[in-house]
């Protein structure tokens, strides 16, 4: 599968500093896209942090086959799967230890979201609520879902609506990041690729101000890749722009 991808962060409208992040390991062909939280500059400290921690795990299991990882292998997962999996929970584990050794850091933590291409598939791992989405054939679909409280009470309501959605008061409240707990739960799954797909990697920044079907409709309309991740963030802030604002594309084709 050959990959083309393209990315771009901005501080956005209303922040003073950027606190997003986005990395990619391209002999591993995995993509990052992490969003820090915690204030006084730590949270950019986090969410890079855990971009470090992950690629050098990787590096690290690449270079020495037989190098020990800090966690046992899930018998559930594939070794793909399992090996994205520690990577995040080491980088979970790394910020948490650093924010309760270091003042500067206390709180600081970060979400994370990741896409491995391998093949004809490509592995999601994520916490938090920073997303991937694919778009395929003019449609959007969201690949991960949100670990914050408006989830969770959907889930208990199943009939809420969207104007109840909308004017939900802690919908910006996630229940799972990063440096959090020395323990983290990954969601992890797999998505067959079909040539022409165009995932869509973003920060709540982009998410939360431009609606799925313009995400969508920029994804499949923009002249380039590059193209497209600059009116990502120019339609994110041009609708507020209250947060910072990452996006990642990746467009995979047919070898």
């Known amino acids: 599968m050959k990959i083309r991808y393209a990315a771009k962060t901005d501080v956005g409208m209303k922040r003073t500093h950027n606190e997003d992040y986005f990395s990619l390991i391209e002999d591993e062909q995995l993509f990052l896209v992490a969003d820090g939280m915690g204030g006084h500059a730590s949270g950019e400290v986090a969410s890079k942090m855990a971009a470090e921690t992950i690629g050098e795990f990787y590096q690290r299991t690449r270079e020495d086959e037989d190098a020990t990882w800090p ?25 948490y230890e650093t924010s309760n050794r270091d003042l500067r850091y206390k709180g600081m933590g970060t979400t994370i979201v990741s896409t491995l291409v ?27 879902r949100d670990h914050s409280l408006l989830e969770d009470y959907k889930d208990a309501k199943p009939d809420m609506t969207d104007e109840e959605e909308r004017n939900f008061p802690h919908k910006n ?9 020395e323990t983290v739960q990954v969601d992890i799954r797999s998505h067959q690729i079909k040539s022409g797909d165009v995932y869509v990697l973003c920060s709540d920044g982009l998410s939360g101000m431009v609606i799925d079907s313009q995400i969508c409709q920029i994804a499949t309309n923009a002249k380039s890749l590059e193209r497209a991740v600059a009116e990502l963030v120019d339609a994110a802030n041009r609708n507020g722009g209250t947060d910072n604002v990452t996006t990642l594309l990746l467009q995979c084709l047919a070898a």
């Open 118 to 144: 391998s093949g004809d598939k490509i592995y999601v791992g994520h916490v938090g609520d920073s997303r991937v989405y694919c778009v395929r054939d003019g449609a959007i679909k969201q690949l991960t």
């Open 173 to 181: 409240v996630i229940t799972r990041a990063l440096g959090m707990r």
């Open 71 to 95: 966690y046992k292998m899930d018998r559930s997962l594939s070794y793909i799967e399992n090996r994205l999996v520690c990577s995040i929970k080491l980088a979970n584990l790394r910020i």
